[in-house]
């Protein structure tokens, strides 16, 4: 069983930053699709970022320029660098992994969840 446990989520004024960390233990493929989600008040869970079996990433466009996702050597560990943080960037964000190498658009296509770690933008 893939266990994904998330960190680094808190509080933070717009224009800040915030790093989250997302640990994987289990069994993990060497290549496979590696994603961030977030899901703010009464809307629907949005991928946010994603890194393919390639270590190619994809944004959604409300984040290009801002945040940045990454993956340690060992590929055991990724991250959400977010920076110039906005209110409508407040949510639960979590991390999400799939034995596919190649990443899938929406939450139904992944099989493996974190607990989410929470992110509040003040303005």
């Known amino acids: 069983q893939v266990h994904l446990v998330e960190s680094g989520g808190g509080s933070v004024q717009s224009g800040g930053s915030l790093r989250l960390s997302c640990v994987s233990s289990g069994p993990m493929y060497s290549r496979q699709c590696m994603a961030w989600f977030r899901q703010g008040a009464g809307l629907e869970r949005e991928r946010v970022a994603a890194r393919d079996g390639d270590g190619d990433t994809t944004y959604t466009d409300s984040v290009k320029g801002r945040f940045t996702m990454s993956q340690d050597a060992g590929k055991t560990t990724v991250y959400l660098q977010m920076n110039n943080l906005k209110s409508e960037d407040t949510g639960v964000y979590f991390c999400?992994?799939?034995?596919?190498?190649?990443?899938?658009?929406?939450?139904?296509?992944?099989?493996?969840w974190g607990q989410g770690t929470m992110v509040t933008v003040s303005s």
């Open positions: 999400a992994a799939d034995s596919r190498w190649w990443c899938l658009p929406g939450p139904e296509d992944f099989a493996y």
